[in-house]
């Protein structure tokens, strides 16, 4: 069957996380997780998901750039597409007057991750396999038992207050989670608190990583992250500008004396800024994210790359949706790249999964490979009407 895509629609799903600080962090004090969520239409009857993610605000110009891309999707066969994948990755990245405006970064990169993540789901759906499947079964046949190592960010967003981190961090130690993420980077001395608090609540043998999203300059992020060196924290995440890989370096290089490595990726534009990062030792852990990069394809180049620099990939996932698609990419990583469980981990946040018809599994701090077609980007349609910004909007008017 050729399942010819006859119509591409989007939606701009939106989520009020901040009204209760889910998601915040020392530079998105605000964050509302929000998506543009694509829906493939096939002359077949079989439907593709795609989402890319947002934090409300500014959704709608990636809904613009979405439909200026369609006219390069709509007409095409599924079949026609996967037989000369990279002509078509190639086709919407290289538009002559569209590429202009990243090339492949920015918002146009966005929407092509949420319209290729739509064509994979399409895929996996036709294939009638999860899209790890799909991907494995390319190379060969594997499964993982016991799920893929998770760690959690979701106790200790810097909004929250030490009431909510200690209540949080309690009830995920007794649910087995083993690995935590705090936010920092707003105010040192907040930072020392918080961090010395959830660190005696975890214990020595207890993984910690801090995120400071972008925050510090060079200098400021080794002298902080210096003071934080008490808690032992794996990585320090995105501690500067994710353009400022020189930055990222120095910083790496000053932090390694203290067994402190480097994390950043989840704002990282593409392929190429990855591999720069590799090339300058600036990184020590790769964050892909599923719909930041341009979808499987990009993020498939990444995770080779990432073996050939023997780095480590622990996915980004703190985003709606986030968790549910890259969940794929990261058993792909570990059944047909790296094949190893070191130092490697996928982040999980405990928000909005409710709104999907395939959630993501947690069992015993470990990712369940899913089981379900497709790439999980499907939403259900009761949360895409109440959330749809255009929709919310027409109702405050009236
Ligand atoms: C604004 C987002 O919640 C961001 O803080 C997520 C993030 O940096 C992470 O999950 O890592
Ligand atoms: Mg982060």
Redesign the pocket.
Known sequence: MSHKIVNLRVRDVRFP?SLEQ????A??TD?D?SAAYVVLDTDSGLKGFGLTFT?GKGTEIVLCAVKALAGLVIGKSLQEIVSNFRGFYRLLTSDGQMRWLGPEKGVIHLATAAVLNAVWDLWARAEGKPLWKLLVDMVKDQMLKEGYPAYT?SCA??GYSDQQLKQLCSDALKSGWTRF?V?VGADLEDDIRRCRLIRQMIGPSSTLMI?A?QRWDVAEAISWVSRLAEVKPLWI??PTSPDDILGHAAISKALAPLGIGVATG?QCHNRVMFKQFLQASALQFV?IDSCRLGSVNENLAVLLMAYKFQVPVCP????VG?CELVQHLILFDYICVSADLRNRMC?Y?DHLHEHFTSPVVIQDAHYMPPKDPGYSCEMLEESVNRHDALCLEKKTKN
Request: zero cysteines; aromatic letters at 8%; proline letters at 4%.
């Open positions: 996380t889910h998601g915040s962090d530079m998105h964050p997780y934090l960010t967003w810097l993420k936010k995120d999203n995440e995105e989840e964050q980004h996932a703190g985003g986030l982040e946040v």
